[in-house]
């Protein structure tokens, strides 16, 4: 779990350093549609825990991670390629709608399986890895956008040929891109999490510690 997180969070990451200055490119600069494009999102967020809470999740908490992965990543790819504030705004109100399904069902899954004795230094230890994540990943999005991808996207550009037509050319377009890309490696996380049995099962493979408890 703590991999599939992990592999989740960088690309996850780098894209949230990439929202802001895509939204403000491809907008020229307009600070009204990305208030609209990130309002969009809270409302997404806040709607999801409230169905979350209504609802209770799936009964397997895995597929409650698994398919919020793939929720959220599907979404931002949508996000990435659209180039219009509506469709910026709906896509980003769609991914947002996921996120209290997957980090609520990890949780749930940690709190079952590890031992209340352990679940502090546990957790202490998976807060930890998501922090430097957090701090690391961000740190490729600028070097990334400014060096490789913009440049690759403008008329003429390396890329141009390949993914012009998905994403266009000029200002943004190489943000646009890398965006697109993070958030399909979001998706395939949540997708190929259903190969591996000791993730696709481990609600059933580990014995949940008031189980180990009481006998």
Not at 79 to 87: D, K, N
Not at 126 to 154: C, K, S
Request: one cysteine or more.
């Amino acid at each position: 779990m703590v991999i599939a997180f992990t592999l989740f969070a960088i690309p996850g990451d780098i894209g949230k350093a990439l929202y802001n200055p895509m939204i403000l490119a491809r907008s020229g600069g307009d600070a009204r549609v990305l208030g609209i494009v990130t309002t969009a999102a809270g409302v997404g967020g806040v709607l999801g825990a409230l169905l979350l809470g209504i609802w209770g999740g799936f009964r397997r908490r895995i597929h409650g991670m698994l398919l919020g992965f793939v929720g959220t990543g599907l979404f931002k790819v949508i996000l990435g390629l659209g180039q219009t504030p509506l469709v910026w705004a709906i896509a980003h109100f769609c991914a947002t709608l996921p996120i209290p399904l997957f980090y609520s069902s990890s949780n749930a899954i940690w709190y079952a399986k590890v031992p209340p004795n352990l679940q502090g230094r546990v957790l202490a230890a998976d807060q930890m890895i998501g922090l430097v994540v957090g701090t690391l990943a961000p740190l490729l999005a600028g070097p990334l956008a400014d060096r490789i991808f913009e440049p690759a996207m403008q008329p003429g550009g390396a890329l141009v040929p390949l993914f012009g037509s998905l994403v266009g050319t000029g200002t943004g377009s190489g943000i646009a891109l890398l965006y697109t890309i993070t958030a399909i490696l979001m998706l395939l996380v949540g997708i190929g999490g259903y190969a591996f049995r000791n993730l696709r099962e481990v609600e059933t493979l580990l014995p949940d510690h008031d189980t180990l408890t009481h006998s």
